[in-house]
C-alpha cells in the first residue's frame, strides 16, 4: 500500500510540475508580447545612419559552432540595425587556412596561398602553428588568437552490464588505452585491463572494436596529446604512445575502426558491442554513451563528470599562457596536468583576429568584430554555451584576450563604436549602435525557454523511469498487486512521446 501511494505521488508530481511550467510558458509569453511584439514600428519611423547590411562571417571549428550560432542569434535581436552573422561549421584546419590565405582553392579547384583573409575571424581548437605565424609576420600580417572556451574530451565503451557512472565504472591508464589504440591489446579480458578492472566480467577472447575518427580532427589530436603526455613510447616503455602518433590526423592500425565525425563516432560505439571511441564529453553524454573513467595526473581515475567545471578550468597552467594574445600559443598545452580532480584531456578553443583588419570595408563592421569577440568574454554571452558543454575560460585566459582585443587596428570613428545596454539607457538605448540586452526576439526567447525546461525534465523522466523499475521489482515481491505501477508507466511513456513529438 505504501508503495501504491508512492508511485501515486510521483506521478502527481510530475504532472503538476510539466502543468506548472507551461503556464508559466504561456503567463510569460503573454507579458513580453504586450512590450515587445507590437513595438515593432519604432524602427522605421527612426532614422538609420547607415543602411549597409551589418554582420560577420566566421570559420572554423565545428566544436563550439552552436555557442556561436547561439550568441550571434542573441546579438542580431538585440541590434536595431538588421544585422547578419554566419559561421561555417568546417574544422579547425579550414578555419585556419581560411583566416591565413593558406592552402585554399581557387576558382579552378586548385591550392594557393594568397595570404588573404577569407573569413572576418577563424576559428579552432588548435593554436596557429609556430611556423605559419612567423611567415605571416614576416609578410606584415600580424593576428591575436583568443582562449575563449573550454572544454572536456574523453573516452566512451559499450561494455553491456558496466554501471555507467560512478566508482564501478570502467577503469583505463592513458598506457593501456595507448595499447588498445594501437591495437597490441585486442580483447576486454586481458590481464592487465583485468587488473585494474576486478568487477568487469567478460567472457574469453571478447575482441574490442576500436573507433577512430579520420580526417583531421580536434578530439583526435586531444587524445593522442594526452596518450603522450602521460604514457610516451620509450625504450623503457615501449607499449606506449609514439611521438609520432601525436596530431589531429595520424596513421591508425589497420584493424581499428573508422567513425568519422562525432555523429559517426557515437553511432559506432552505440552499434558495437564491445567497442571504445573518444569524442567531447558533452556529445557522448547526449548520446547517452557511457564514459571510461581515465587515470588523470595525479594517478586518480575519474570521468569528466566527476572533474566537473572545476576539474576542467584546474588544468590551465598560467606558465605556460604566453604573456600577450599576438604571441606564439603553439606550445600552450594542458594535457594530464596534476591536481586530484584535475581533468587530463581538457581541449581549449580559439578565436583568430587579424590586427589590422582594414580589409573589411565598413567600419562598422570592425567596430563590431570587436563587440563580438568581447561578448565571447562576458558571462551574459558566453554562459548561454554551458548548455553545449562549453566552459568559460580562467580569469588569466580572458584578461589576455581582452588586452587582445585592444590591439586591434579598428580605424573608425568614436560613432561606430557598439555600446552594450545592460541597465536601460533612455534615449541612447535606441541608438543604431546599440546591442541591448532589453531588446529580445520572441523566437529566441521562447526556443532558450523552451530548452531549458525541457533539459531537467528529460532527467526527471530518467530518474522516474529508474524509480518505476526498482518499483516493479518490488512489486513483484508484494502479494497484492499495485495497478498505480502501470497506470505510472503509461505516464511516463506519454510524456517521454510528447517530449520526442516536441523535439522534431
Ligand atoms: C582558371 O582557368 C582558366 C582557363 O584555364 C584561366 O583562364 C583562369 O585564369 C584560371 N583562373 C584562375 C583563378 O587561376
Ligand atoms: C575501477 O576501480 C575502482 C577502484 O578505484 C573499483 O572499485 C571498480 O570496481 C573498478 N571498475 C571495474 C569495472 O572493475
Not at 53 to 80: R, V, Y
Not at 237 to 261: F, K, R, Y
Not at 324 to 349: H, K, R
Not at 425 to 445: K, M, N
Request: charged share 20%; hydrophobic share 40%; net charge negative.
Amino acid at each position: 500500500m505504501v508503495l501504491c501511494r508512492l508511485a501515486a505521488f510521483l506521478l502527481g508530481g510530475t504532472i503538476l510540475l510539466s502543468f506548472a511550467s507551461s503556464w508559466a510558458v504561456n503567463a510569460q509569453e503573454d507579458s513580453s508580447s504586450s512590450s515587445s511584439v507590437f513595438s515593432s514600428d519604432s524602427s522605421s519611423s527612426s532614422s538609420s545612419s547607415n543602411n549597409d547590411i551589418l554582420g560577420l562571417d566566421g570559420s572554423g571549428t565545428t566544436n563550439p559552432s552552436k555557442c556561436f550560432w547561439h550568441i550571434m542569434a542573441k546579438l542580431s535581436e538585440q541590434i536595431k540595425l538588421p544585422t547578419r552573422f554566419t559561421y561555417r561549421a568546417v574544422g579547425s584546419g579550414t578555419g585556419i587556412a581560411e583566416f591565413l590565405g593558406k592552402e585554399v582553392m581557387d576558382a579552378n579547384g586548385t591550392e594557393v596561398t594568397t595570404y588573404e583573409a577569407y573569413n572576418d575571424f577563424g576559428a579552432g581548437d588548435i593554436p596557429i602553428e609556430s611556423a605559419d605565424r612567423s611567415e605571416w609576420i614576416t609578410r606584415g600580417i600580424e593576428f591575436v588568437q583568443l582562449p575563449f572556451v573550454l572544454s572536456a574530451v574523453s573516452f566512451f565503451h559499450n561494455l553491456p552490464g558496466v554501471p555507467a557512472s560512478g566508482s564501478q565504472g570502467l577503469n583505463m591508464t592513458a598506457c593501456l588505452l595507448s595499447q588498445i589504440f594501437q591495437a597490441t591489446i585486442t580483447t576486454w579480458d586481458h590481464p592487465d585491463i583485468l587488473a585494474i578492472n576486478p568487477s568487469l566480467s567478460v567472457s574469453a577472447d571478447y575482441p574490442i572494436y576500436v573507433g577512430h575518427r579520420v580526417k583531421g580532427s580536434s578530439s583526435t589530436d586531444a587524445i593522442t596529446h594526452y596518450l603522450y603526455a602521460q604514457c610516451p613510447q620509450t625504450s623503457e616503455q615501449p607499449e606506449g604512445w609514439p611521438a609520432e602518433l601525436v596530431g589531429s590526423a595520424i596513421e591508425w592500425h589497420e584493424s581499428t575502426n573508422e567513425c568519422d565525425g562525432s555523429d559517426l563516432m557515437a553511432e559506432c560505439i552505440q552499434s558495437n558491442e564491445g567497442s571504445i571511441g573518444y569524442m567531447d564529453a558533452k556529445h557522448g553524454y547526449e548520446a547517452l554513451l557511457t564514459e571510461i573513467r581515465v587515470e588523470n595526473g595525479n594517478g586518480n581515475f575519474l570521468t569528466s563528470v566527476d572533474a566537473g567545471v572545476d576539474g576542467v578550468r584546474a588544468a590551465v597552467d598560467v606558465d605556460l599562457v604566453p604573456l600577450a594574445a599576438d604571441e606564439d600559443f603553439s606550445a600552450m598545452e594542458f594535457y594530464n596536468m596534476p591536481g586530484e580532480d584535475t581533468w587530463p584531456i581538457s581541449l581549449v578553443s580559439y578565436i583568430y583576429i587579424r590586427k589590422d583588419l582594414s580589409f573589411i570595408q565598413n567600419p562598422a563592421r570592425r567596430t563590431l568584430l570587436k563587440a563580438f569577440a568581447t561578448s565571447l568574454f562576458d558571462p551574459d554571452y558566453i554562459d548561454l554555451c554551458d548548455r553545449y558543454g562549453l566552459i568559460p575560460v580562467t580569469s588569466e585566459l580572458r584578461d589576455l584576450s581582452l588586452a587582445g582585443l585592444d590591439m586591434l587596428k579598428l580605424d573608425a570613428s568614436e560613432s561606430d563604436m557598439w555600446v552594450f545596454e545592460k541597465d536601460t539607457l533612455p534615449g541612447l538605448g535606441q541608438g543604431d549602435r546599440v546591442i541591448s540586452t532589453r531588446r529580445q526576439s520572441f523566437a529566441l526567447y521562447e526556443a532558450d525557454h523552451i530548452a531549458d525546461e525541457v533539459d531537467p525534465m528529460i532527467e526527471d523522466i530518467r530518474m522516474l523511469k529508474l524509480e518505476l523499475a526498482s518499483l516493479k521489482a518490488q512489486g513483484m515481491q508484494a502479494s497484492n498487486g499495485c495497478i498505480v505501477a502501470k497506470d505510472m508507466a503509461l505516464a511516463v511513456g506519454a510524456l517521454a512521446g510528447a517530449f520526442l513529438l516536441s523535439f522534431n
